[in-house]
């Protein structure tokens, strides 16, 4: 597995904290009922807010369809989670920045991102100022 060379993580991209509290800001307005994930109609109403851009019913139901339906099952989100999702919401993004936004939230560096993990990018830079 390629996270266990060297034991070390190359960290060549960090979303500011103006992004990542974005990013953050974006799924709690989106995320009305507090389910601690967002719906189909929820993840539309997201894109719109960081991107500019209504994904169409089968945009929205092909990002949601692509996301294996046994992560909760499996309690982790995998890196091919993480292609297949991204492919879908920003099919131009290089896979290069899709690994390394990866091995930023996965913390522990085991080659899933848990629910802790994935908690922890969430919550990143809410204590700060």
């Known amino acids: 597995m390629f996270f266990s060379q060297a034991g070390a993580r190359a960290r060549t991209w960090e979303a500011s904290p103006s992004e990542h509290k974005k990013w953050v800001e974006v799924f709690k307005a989106c995320d009305e009922d507090n389910k601690g994930y967002l719906s189909r109609e929820d993840f539309k109403v997201a894109v719109v807010m960081l991107?500019?851009?209504?994904?169409?019913?089968?945009?929205?139901?092909?990002?949601?369809?692509?996301?294996?339906?046994?992560?909760?099952?499996?309690?982790?989100?995998?890196?091919?989670?993480?292609?297949?999702?991204?492919k879908q919401v920003a099919p131009k993004l290089p896979e290069r920045i899709i690994l390394e936004v990866f091995r930023e939230v996965d913390q522990d560096s085991d080659g899933h991102v848990s629910f802790k993990d994935f908690e922890y990018a969430t919550n990143y830079g809410q204590n700060e100022a």
């Open 51 to 86: 991107f500019g851009y209504k994904p169409s019913k089968i945009e929205a139901d092909s990002v949601m369809s692509s996301v294996n339906p046994n992560i909760s099952d499996r309690g982790y989100l995998t890196l091919e989670d993480f292609q297949k999702a991204f």
